[in-house]
T-cell receptor, first 110, second 114 residues
Framework: EDQVTQSPEALRLQEGESSSLNCSYT??????LFWYRQDPGKGPEFLFT???AGEEKEKERLKATLTKKESFLHITAPKPEDSATYLC???????????FGAGTRLTVKP | DTAVSQTPKYLVTQMGNDKSIKCEQN?????MYWYKQDSKKFLKIMFS???????INETVPNRFSPKSPDKAHLNLHINSLELGDSAVYFC?????????????FGSGTQLSVL
């Protein structure tokens, strides 16, 4: 069965303190791995799709990377507005469904 | 203009009642979804419709019935509500089934069953 595990569950950073979020996955043939951002009281907002090991995507202070077993979301010099829950999801080649992890709740203090 | 809108935002009701949540998307997408987010924040798919046809129907109680009158709307009707149905329900849409994974989510409906 496809599984997605995110760590840490919660992460508190000072503004400017770079760090990484981890998403470990088990899937029978990866179609894609996805990162979403979710703010309190809102629906998840799409950030990135990664399709194959070695691929990287960047957007402002965020960079997502992918290996055959895990993905990292690197946050460089975060700002308080980066505070949110970051969700990882995987989609298998034989499945239309996306399986989500429980998320990492990021808090960036000024 | 809200891309995916769902109503109501909050729904508080008694056990045993029947309720509906409505969802509409103005993105021209052909696939729509219902997800449930429980208290531990796990998002789990419930249903998926492509051009008004049901394509994903996860193991959910048959008290939950989706209805898609057209490809821009996917409503969720819940019969005989139970305490365990309390959660946040998200509607989402995407351009093409299973491609790209770029889902556009509504802002959620927080259902509380008392």
């Amino acid at each position: 069965e496809d599984q997605v595990t995110q760590s840490p569950e919660a992460l508190r950073l000072q503004e400017g303190e770079s760090s990484s979020l981890n998403c470990s996955y088990t899937v029978s043939g990866l179609r894609g791995l996805f990162w979403y951002r979710q703010d309190p009281g809102k629906g998840p907002e799409f950030l990135f799709t990664l399709y194959s090991a070695g691929e990287e995507k960047e957007k402002e202070r965020l960079k997502a990377t992918l290996t055959k077993k895990e993905s990292f979301l690197h946050i460089t010099a975060p700002k308080p507005e980066d505070s949110a829950t970051y969700l990882c999801a995987v989609q298998a080649v034989n499945n239309n469904d996306m399986r989500f992890g429980a998320g990492t709740r990021l808090t960036v203090k000024p | 203009d809200t891309a995916v809108s769902q109503t109501p935002k909050y729904l508080v009701t008694q056990m045993g009642n029947d309720k509906s949540i409505k969802c509409e998307q103005n993105l021209g997408h052909d696939t729509m979804y219902w997800y449930k987010q429980d208290s531990k924040k796990f998002l789990k798919i419930m249903f998926s419709y492509n051009n008004k046809e049901l394509i994903i129907n996860e193991t959910v109680p048959n008290r939950f019935s989706p209805k898609s009158p057209d490809k821009a709307h996917l409503n969720l009707h819940i019969n005989s509500l139970e305490l365990g149905d309390s959660a946040v329900y998200f509607c989402a849409s995407s351009h093409t089934t299973g491609v790209g994974g770029k889902l556009f989510f509504g802002s959620g409906t927080q259902l509380s069953v008392l």
